[in-house]
């Protein structure tokens, strides 16, 4: 039995403020908690039609904002995260320091995304929009392909990069 639309959509517009209270303890920060209820709110408002009575209408939502709060973190670290040079290929976390302001390190990544760019449209665009921050699921949403298919695509051209790449340092 599913409760009616608007009935929840009325206690959703009740929950704002202890929407908010938890969102600050999960951004600490003002104007990123008000987002974060902001797009909580719109993305409950266009699940609602999957919720159902016996589940808890306030840890439903709450779940829904803590979901959204991890993926925006992750998105966000992997847009801080770049390439390492080395043979291995290991992902590094270099936010400030990542030697894309240094004329040796703009040099190094216009060379890549040349290489890159070199790649038929089935591997550049997953890669590239994996390297964006999309999470694999994300991408393959987007291009209508399966996700085996997405992450093969993403690691063989990762591969061939690393090896286009292995002599250049």
Known sequence: MK???KTLEQDLVLMQNNMLSYALKLTLNRDAAEDL????????LSCIDKYYDNVNFK???????????VNDYRRMMRMQTIL???DNMYQLNLPQNSGFDSPEGAYTYSEMMTMLN????EYKIPFSMHFSGYKYDEI??????????????????????QELLKDYR
């Open 37 to 44: 209820t902001q797009e909580t709110t719109l993305k409950a």
């Open 84 to 86: 390492d040079k080395s």
């Open 118 to 121: 070199s790649f038929s449209d």
């Open 3 to 5: 409760s009616s639309k």
């Open 140 to 161: 393959a949403k987007e291009l209508h392909l399966p996700l085996g298919t997405v992450k093969s695509r993403i690691f063989f051209a990762r591969k061939r990069l």
């Open 59 to 69: 840890g439903w939502v709450f779940t829904i904002m803590h979901n959204l709060f």
